[in-house]
């Protein structure tokens, strides 16, 4: 296969967080990669998300924002190695101030730069309808792919993941059903309140073989290690699991309930069916896990949504009724449905 241009020889790929956003990322790569199998590519991110691309036959260049990277003296010192890794073309799937600085320095070093389109004019006007006859926004995984088109690559958008990557699981031989819940994220816009979501793992638990809690510290563990005393088939995974293998657990669950969190993403990468959980944000905007289910979402269209795009405004109701307004046995029945899907 041909090179887009003889100049686009070595593709560096910048994206360092937020994590769900870089979840998304190794869909659009598979894209690329498949029409161009001979491309070198090199992702720059940080060490701890390595997991998520693997399979995709890159390297890495490892960002240290908090440390050696850091400011505009740290983005300097990166765009320099990045220009003794003999890096030729630039996608900026990040677009922030600091990834504009390095996408900047890298043009002045003679190295072709496209920078990703974000639409935050359309997001912003999009949340003003909350109306589900809204026409839904680009997904965030076809604008990655648009930053490589500008680059003058020429591929089609990625097909969902459809089969289960082969991962040894880090829970030992899977008896009977198993189910993930990951019922947190950073905003209360996006996290599934109490008591509710106490009563989901106690419907689940009466239902299923193996119940999984994906969270973080903190409070989180506290919900977590709670629900794991209350139930022996429940699992409290925080602190004891790392990313690679909450991965490769996600693949073998036969369903995960998230929020609009990385939780949803990883089941997106792994073909789990994902029960999503939509409050403040809307998955029009772009953000649902790429090739995840619509018989999988779960919100109510009422007239204050979406009221954020990344659901990190606080509620102007001041009750969250988005979220409350999404019941526990709602979110078993969704459950059962996709389950029961799989088996058809």
């Known amino acids: 296969m041909e090179e887009p241009n003889n100049t686009t020889q070595h593709l560096l790929i910048l994206r360092h967080s937020a994590v769900s956003d870089v979840a998304m990322l190794p869909h659009a790569i598979r894209a690329l990669r498949e029409q161009y199998p001979d491309l070198r590519i090199t992702i720059a991110t940080r060490k701890a998300f390595q997991p998520l691309f693997k399979g995709l036959d890159v390297e890495f260049l490892w960002i240290d924002v908090c440390g ?11 765009a320099s190695e990045a220009s003794k890794a003999g890096i030729t073309a630039v996608a900026d799937t990040h677009g922030s101030p600091l990834s504009l600085l390095f996408a900047s320095l890298m043009w002045l070093f003679g190295r ?13 006007f999009r949340l ?20 490589f088109r500008r680059l003058g690559f020429t591929f089609d958008d990625p097909t969902p993941v459809t089969s289960r990557p082969e991962c040894e699981n880090p829970m030992g031989e899977k008896r009977g059903t198993w ?117 999988g979402v779960l919100q109510q269209e009422i007239p204050c949504r979406p009221c954020s795009i990344f659901g990190n405004k606080p509620c102007k109701k001041g009750d969250y009724r988005c979220l409350h307004s999404i019941t526990p046995e709602m979110v078993i029945e969704r459950v059962e449905q996709l389950i029961t899907q799989q088996h058809e």
């Open 179 to 295: 189910i993930g819940f990951a019922p947190f994220s950073a905003h209360a816009g996006k996290t599934y309140p109490e008591p509710l979501r106490s009563e989901v793992v106690r419907l689940l638990a009466e239902r299923y073989e193996r119940v999984f809690i994906h969270c973080g510290g903190g409070r989180e563990q506290q919900f977590a290690n709670q629900m794991e005393q209350l139930y022996p088939n429940v699992t409290a995974l925080g602190g004891r699991i790392t990313l690679e293998e909450e991965f490769a657990l996600i693949s073998h669950l036969d369903s995960v309930v998230s929020m609009d969190s990385l939780v949803m993403h990883l089941g997106a990468l792994t073909a789990t069916p994902v029960v999503s959980i939509w409050g403040a944000t809307h998955p029009e905007l772009g953000f649902l896990g790429y090739g995840c289910q619509a018989e």
């Open 112 to 124: 072709k730069v496209a920078r990703i389109r974000k639409g935050g004019i359309e997001k912003w």
């Open 68 to 78: 050696r990277h850091k400011g505009i003296c740290g983005v300097w010192r990166f």
């Open 128 to 147: 003003g309808y909350s109306s589900s006859n809204a026409i839904p926004l680009k997904h965030t995984v076809v604008r990655y792919c648009d930053v």
